[in-house]
């Protein structure tokens, strides 16, 4: 049995049947999700939880600087690896 679940569809139904405003919805949301991800992780990332209305989901990034020496791999990447991430999205 196959389960496609639309979150669109979802946020939609909440706004409508609950009355909640579309705005507090998604930020809890965008919220759920961060938190979730920080768990996962120990909090040792930099990370943000954005919902995507074009695509219908919760897109979660991570920060990272590049520097020449990584002295943290939770917080750094080198160039080298900063560019072959550049080219996997091109």
Do not use: C
Not at 25 to 39: C, D, F, G, Y
Not at 46 to 53: C, F, I
């Amino acid at each position: 049995m196959e389960t496609n679940f639309n979150l669109k569809h979802t946020i939609d139904q909440i706004v409508k049947e609950k009355g909640i405003d579309k705005d507090v919805v998604l930020e809890a949301l965008e919220q759920a999700v961060l938190t979730a991800a920080n768990k996962k992780f120990r909090n040792t990332r930099d990370l943000e939880a954005h919902y995507n209305p074009e695509i219908g989901e919760v897109e979660l990034f991570e920060f990272v600087t590049v520097v020449d020496e990584v002295q943290d791999s939770y917080k750094e990447i080198d160039l080298e690896e900063a560019r072959e991430i550049d080219l996997k999205w091109k």
